[in-house]
T-cell receptor, first 113, second 114 residues
Framework: DVKVTQSSRYLVKRTGEKVFLECVQD?????MFWYRQDPGLGLRLIYF???????EKGDIPEGYSVSREKKERFSLILESASTNQTSMYLC????????????FGAGSRLTVL | AQSVTQLDSQVPVFEEAPVELRCNYS??????LFWYVQYPNQGLQLLLK??????LVESINGFEAEFNKSQTSFHLRKPSVHISDTAEYFC????????????FGKGTKLTVNP
């Protein structure tokens, strides 16, 4: 089975801190995604990556950046965390093509104080 | 760009009753359509998908969804629900041949009561 591993399940950070959320997949998937999930708002796409070193903005990229230096790893970076970035962050991957199913990680719940 | 509207944020039903969770999408091109489910305290997993061909697709646990191109809908149905179907259900759309990013709706919380 494909595994998508998010390194931290729970994080608590202070306003202004730089935050790294790491995601690793083990099945050579080309596409990787970062979503945030908030009650009543569903999943909103932050960034996605077609392949190594490629990235595209999603619907809510402001305040975030990403890095994909290796195929298996897709990092989400909050340069200066703010309280409105308190959320559940979900990473997902798939084989190239929109027809394919996303495999999700367990999520990282970030609280910014 | 594509978008998804799930018309009901919460749907309470009694066990063994039928249920329909509504999903409409907007896109200028052909699409792939998905329903994902999130059980309490778990991650998202695929329930069913429409790629092409027959407009009626089924899952292994009794759910079905019908793609209606003229109404741009992909409603999810089950004739008789169980307590264990209590979960949040997300409709999602991906445009064929475009960026193929997957966009989700806001979700529908299905609560099945005894």
């Amino acid at each position: 089975d494909v595994k998508v591993t998010q390194s931290s399940r729970y994080l608590v950070k202070r306003t202004g801190e730089k935050v790294f959320l790491e995601c690793v997949q083990d099945m050579d998937h080309e596409n990787m995604f970062w979503y945030r999930q908030d009650p009543g708002l569903g999943l909103r796409l932050i960034y996605f990556s077609y392949d190594v070193k490629m990235k595209e903005k999603g619907d809510i990229p402001e305040g975030y950046s990403v890095s994909r230096e290796k195929k298996e790893r897709f990092s989400l970076i909050l340069e200066s965390a703010s309280t409105n970035q308190t959320s559940m962050y979900l990473c997902a991957s798939r084989v190239r093509s929109g027809a394919n199913v996303l495999t999700f990680g367990a999520g990282s719940r970030l609280t910014v104080l | 760009a594509q978008s998804v509207t799930q018309l009901d944020s919460q749907v309470p039903v009694f066990e063994e009753a039928p249920v329909e969770l509504r999903c409409n999408y907007s896109s200028s091109v052909s699409v792939y359509l998905f329903w994902y489910v999130q059980y309490p305290n778990q991650g998202l997993q695929l329930l069913l998908k429409y790629l092409s061909g027959s407009t009626l697709v089924e899952s292994i646990n009794g759910f079905e969804a019908e793609f209606n191109k003229s109404q741009t809908s992909f409603h999810l149905r089950k004739p008789s629900v169980h307590i264990s179907d209590t979960a949040e259900y997300f409709c999602a759309v991906s445009e064929k041949g475009g960026s193929e990013k997957l966009v989700f709706g806001k979700g529908t919380k299905l609560t099945v009561n005894p």
